[in-house]
């Protein structure tokens, strides 16, 4: 269990309790800019007493409430309200500077009634009614808006039975807000939910906080200075993870999150040394510099799987994609990590089985601490390669084609658009054998034994990453994964799963995947597996992938910042009439995207200046095409063995275009 002081340690800036109010300038986007004179800037304190270990300084009690022990979210000690009417604790703080804040809350209840309530200047800006749930679970009031000197109350009331609080938490709001309307109203309500809990797992930059939190070490083993970063895996953990973080990462785009996705992937990069082999460390303090103690022991015994170092690559790519944002090329500790993965790491890692022409990264068959092939851990034991791996491999030279572009490397781009070539015809031709379904081969033991049946990650990543030919072999095997997530060999763990819509989007099963993603969404309240994670919906995971599902899948949202362009395919499931996504980030502006079926798209550009090239991609070959009401010459293109109609009109700054097919 994590220390209960954690919460508000790491995140609870800007936020002096009962201090003078000090002023500040609002700087662009709410937050707030270096004073104009010589004086200091507002220190950035936390509360006294965030998780009640000191016996609950700073709060006020009324009767029948404390600070108790036994039932403790993390540490020892928890704030208690006993049952009956009347019962509160509150806390006032006096903000400093402006700002936009979300304020969240571990509490559990053993009756209805009770109330976490946020007050502005003596008035209620949100009060959440707690449910029965004595469980611990995630409670977040977003987007408060603060001005220097406002006095903010923060205030627990009781109900029909106890209520406990604990491990508080205080994020910068998130500085992005994309909305989404449809007729259909669950996407919206899941939309609405999954942005709101993925922004409160959000640090704020500059507060300090412990590190090297975990199970065992529940106070961690001292303090540092947290940088822009998210929660990327356990709750339980002052940490991220590079493979929460990489499934996270466009979630996290699209909630305006850019600098934590730069700054996470920078540590990364510089975690791959020549003395880890290029390996890089599998989870950071937040302070994106200390490596987590529990996963790592020494620089031959830490925690490293394949697939993570080619998809920190291939994610590079995809924010690179998303903003525009040069410093991915420009980077030198990011370049030298993409040229390292994309060639020393697999040099290095590449001596149990032999390959032919191409290269294939392996683990050493010894478990996690030594390398393991596979993010199936249960399954790693064993493996040299692994679907996920050499999957992800390829998806990785896909992107440093990409970043090579981006930096101006027309040969180096060149070089890597064969070499993903290469082993995706390597794949489909040997490596993975000639059965389908069940009877393809998705890893190889460290004697090089050819491995089937089902493999969970090295099973869906094959098709997730594109890396299987397009036909009856890839339909085959997305059959097989569906059959067997249903069935009782299925994903126990919630972030498993979160994958599959994914994996379906990409491989257009529109219906499969929209499934997949209410299934999760349904799932939100059921207790994890792991006990001290609360329940399935305050696994961040959750969240950020049904944001980015809902963009890039339902929406198929497929940006190129850097060349001003964009592309779009409704993969609107059956019964959804019409999507829209509002104010979506990509480069230094935002676009507004709505779908009407599978045969109208509508894209507005909310940019001040500056056009963009939109692709608007219809699966199928059409007769008819408009933009704007204007009849154009059709056009079709094969991607990935699907064939499309499409049209690409450039869209002016501030203007909105039609684009329709008919038959």
Known sequence: MKPSRLMLLTAVALLTPMAPALTATAAPGGGAAPPSDTTAAPPQLALPDPGFENGGTGWTFGAGTGVGTGNSHGGARFLYLDAGA????????????????????????????????????????????????????????????????DRLEIAFGSGSAWVNADDLMISPAAPADPKVTSSDPEVVEMFGWAKKKANSWAQLPGTTGPINVDEYQTGGTGTAQYAATYWAGYANRSAYYSRDMTHQLAGAHILGLDAANRTMLRSYASSATAEHKYFPVWALNFDAKTYLSIDYKSPDNYVREVPAVFELVEKAGQAYRWTGDQSYVDDPALWDFYLHSTDEFIDLHN????????????????????????????????????????????????????????????????????????????????????????????????SGAPVNG??????????????????????????????????????????????????????????????????????????????????????????????????????????????????????????????????????????????????????????????????????????????????????????????????????????????????
Do not use: C
């Not at 397009?470 to 060999?489: F, H, S, V």
């Not at 362009?565 to 019964?575: A, E, I």
């Not at 692709?615 to 008819?624: L, Y």
């Open 86 to 149: 009347g019962k509160s604790a509150q806390q006032t703080l006096v903000a400093p500077r402006n700002g936009s804040y979300d304020f969240s809350a571990w509490i559990g209840s053993a009756g209805t009634g009770g109330t976490y309530t946020v007050r502005r200047n003596g008035e209620t800006v949100e009060t959440i009614t707690l449910p029965e749930r004595r469980a611990y679970a995630r409670y977040t009031i977003s987007r408060v808006e603060l001005k220097a000197g």
């Open 351 to 446: 001596a149990a089985k032999p390959n032919g022409k191409v290269k294939v990264a392996e683990g050493t068959g010894n478990g996690i601490f030594a390398g393991a092939a596979s993010y199936n851990e249960q399954d790693g034991d064993g493996l040299a390669e692994a679907g996920d791996g050499i999957a992800s491999q390829y998806q990785a030279y896909l992107a440093m084609a990409t970043l090579a572009r981006g930096k101006g490397d027309t040969a180096l781009a060149k070089t890597f658009d064969r070499r993903a070539a290469d082993l995706k015809a390597y794949f489909n031709d040997e490596w993975s054998g000639s059965g389908s379904g069940a009877d393809m081969v998705r890893a190889y033991t460290t």
């Open 454 to 663: 089902w493999g969970k990650e090295n099973s869906v990543f094959v098709p997730m990453k594109q890396i299987l030919d397009p036909g009856p072999r890839n339909d085959a095997y997305l059959d097989y994964i569906q059959a067997q997530e249903l069935g009782p060999e299925g994903s126990p763990n919630i972030e498993s799963t979160t994958y599959l819509p994914d994996m379906f989007f990409k491989n257009n099963r529109n219906d499969t995947a929209w499934t997949w993603m209410k299934k999760i969404y349904e799932q939100r309240e059921i207790q994890h597996i792991n006990s001290s994670q609360g329940p399935n919906g305050d696994y961040p995971e959750v969240s950020f992938t049904l944001v980015s599902q809902t963009v890039e899948g339902l929406m198929g949202i497929t940006p190129d910042a850097a060349n001003r362009s964009v592309t779009t395919q409704s993969r609107l499931p059956s019964g959804m009439k019409w999507l829209q996504t509002a104010d979506v980030p990509i480069g230094t502006s935002t676009i507004t995207v709505r779908h009407d079926g599978a045969t109208k798209s509508t894209l507005t550009n909310n940019a001040r200046s500056g056009a963009y090239r939109w692709e608007a991609r219809f699966q199928g070959v059409h007769k008819k095409i408009t933009v704007n009401g204007v009849p154009q010459r059709v056009r079709t293109k094969t991607v990935d063995g699907v064939t499309y109609t499409y049209a690409t009109p450039t869209v002016r700054a501030g203007a909105t275009a039609v684009v329709k097919v008919a038959d």
